[in-house]
């Protein structure tokens, strides 16, 4: 069964740097079939893409988070890991880590309970 687990810090000072990170059991998170994701949703807001993973260890980002966010692995751990830089309390949100097929279009097979974390005004 494939599991993943976020952890870090729930309050973030403003200006500060997010640290979560999503532990991987069940799969490997070197393998060529899946990317590794994280996605935030905001109080009142839908599902927004942060960034991936893939199996070379090449990470993507969006577009409107690309000059904060970093996303990292350490493969001896089988986990992954994200950094969102100078956080407002506009970054206030519920954080997932989640599993995407290559093979899938869109979508995701497997998440994380998520980890709220919250930046206080």
């Known amino acids: 069964q494939v599991q993943l687990q976020e952890s870090g810090p729930g309050l973030v000072k403003p200006s500060q740097t997010l640290s979560l990170t999503c532990t991987v059991s069940?799969?490997?998170?070197?393998?060529?079939?899946?990317?590794w994701t994280w996605i935030r949703q905001s109080p009142g807001k839908g599902l927004e893409w942060m960034g991936d993973?893939?199996?070379?260890?090449?990470?993507d980002y969006s577009p409107s988070l690309k000059r904060r966010t970093s996303i990292g692995r350490d493969t001896s751990k089988n986990h992954f890991t994200l950094q969102l830089s100078s956080v407002t309390p506009e970054d206030t949100a519920l954080y997932y880590c989640?599993?995407?097929?290559?093979?899938?279009?869109?979508?995701?097979?497997?998440w994380g309970r998520g980890t709220q974390v919250t930046v206080p005004s």
């Open positions: 989640a599993r995407h097929p290559a093979w899938w279009r869109s979508g995701f097979d497997f």
């Open positions: 069940g799969s490997s998170i070197t393998t060529n079939d899946y990317y």
């Open positions: 993973i893939g199996p070379s260890g090449i990470a």
